[in-house]
C-alpha cells in the first residue's frame, strides 16, 4: 500500500549512543498512510533502539522528528505526550500491569489520558477486547493469560488509544511456537483496515506478506531498503534475502 501521499510521520538522521558505543547512526524514515515497513537485521542492528527513540522512549541524541508536518521538540513535554498518544508501541514483553486484569490494563490509560469515565472506558476496552478475539478474558489477569493472549492484550490497549501509527518490536519473539498464529492474525488484520506500521521482526510471513518496505538495519544503519518483490526476488544477491534464507533454514531446523 506504498502511496504517493504526503509523509505522516518523518524521521530524519536519528543518532543514540550509549557510552562510548554508537547504536543508531543518522537513521531516516519517511511513513505514509497505510505504509507498512519491517525493520529486518542482525541482533544489535539498532532496531529496538530505534522503534523506542522515534516515539521517544528512549531519547535521540541528534535527529528530528516531524509528525503531521509538526517538528516534535524533545525538550518540550506536551510534543512528547502527543507524540506517544499518536503513535502507539508494541513489546516484545508485553508491559502489562500484572496487577490488572485484562480490562483494567486498558482502562487505565483511557482514564489518565483520554480522561474517559469508567464506563467509557470499559465500553472502549471491550471493544477493542472483541478486535483482538479476547472477549471472554476480560476479567483475568496477566498470570492467568498466555503469551500470545497477553500480546494481543497488549494490542488492544494500544488500538485503544487510536494511534495514527504503530510500532511493533519482535512482537512474536516471546511467544512460544504454537501461539505466534494468533498474534499474526491480528496483525493481518490490522494491515486490512489500513493501519500504518513500522514493524521489527523475524518472521517469515509477515516480511513476505505484509511489508510494502522493507529495511535491512546493521551496525546502527539501514544499509539496503526496497519492496519485498525486489529485494526477495529469485536469485537476488541482497542482504535481506541472505537473512531471510537464514531465517528460513532456522525454522525448518526448529520445525
Do not use: W
Not at 38 to 64: A, H, R, W, Y
Not at 69 to 84: C, V, W
Amino acid at each position: 500500500m506504498m502511496t504517493d501521499k504526503k509523509p505522516i510521520l518523518r524521521v530524519k538522521n536519528i543518532t543514540k549512543s550509549f557510552g562510548d558505543v554508537t547504536i543508531l547512526n543518522s537513521v531516516s524514515i519517511e511513513l505514509a498512510k497505510g505504509d507498512i515497513k519491517i525493520l529486518i537485521g542482525p541482533s544489535g542492528g539498532g532496531k529496538s533502539t530505534f522503534l523506542q527513540c522515534i516515539n521517544c522512549l528512549v531519547m535521540p541524541d541528534s535527529g528530528e522528528i516531524e509528525l503531521d508536518n509538526e517538528r516534535i521538540q524533545f525538550t518540550r513535554k506536551q510534543d512528547i505526550y502527543r507524540l506517544r498518544q499518536e503513535v502507539g508501541m508494541i513489546f516484545q514483553d508485553f508491559n502489562l500491569f500484572d496487577h490488572l486484569t485484562a480490562l483494567g490494563n486498558i482502562t487505565v490509560p483511557l482514564r489518565k489520558v483520554k480522561k474517559m469515565s469508567k464506563k467509557e472506558a470499559e465500553q472502549r476496552a471491550r471493544l477493542e477486547l472483541e478486535q483482538v478475539g479476547l472477549s471472554d478474558k476480560e476479567s483475568l489477569y496477566p498470570a492467568q493469560l498466555s503469551g500470545g493472549q497477553k500480546q494481543r492484550v497488549a494490542i488492544a490497549r494500544a488500538l485503544a488509544m487510536d494511534p495514527k501509527i504503530l510500532l511493533l518490536d519482535e512482537p512474536t519473539s516471546a511467544l512460544d511456537p504454537t501461539l505466534i498464529g494468533e498474534v499474526i492474525n491480528v496483525i493481518k488484520g490490522l494491515a486490512v483496515k489500513g493501519m500504518t506500521m513500522i514493524m521489527a521482526t523475524h518472521q517469515i510471513s509477515l516480511i513476505h506478506n505484509l511489508a510494502d518496505e522493507i529495511l535491512f538495519m546493521e551496525d546502527g544503519r539501514i544499509v539496503e531498503q526496497g519492496p519485498p518483490d525486489a529485494l526477495l526476488a529469485a536469485g537476488n544477491k541482497s542482504k535481506s534475502q541472505g537473512f531471510c534464507d537464514l531465517l528460513n533454514e532456522l525454522s525448518e531446523v526448529e520445525g
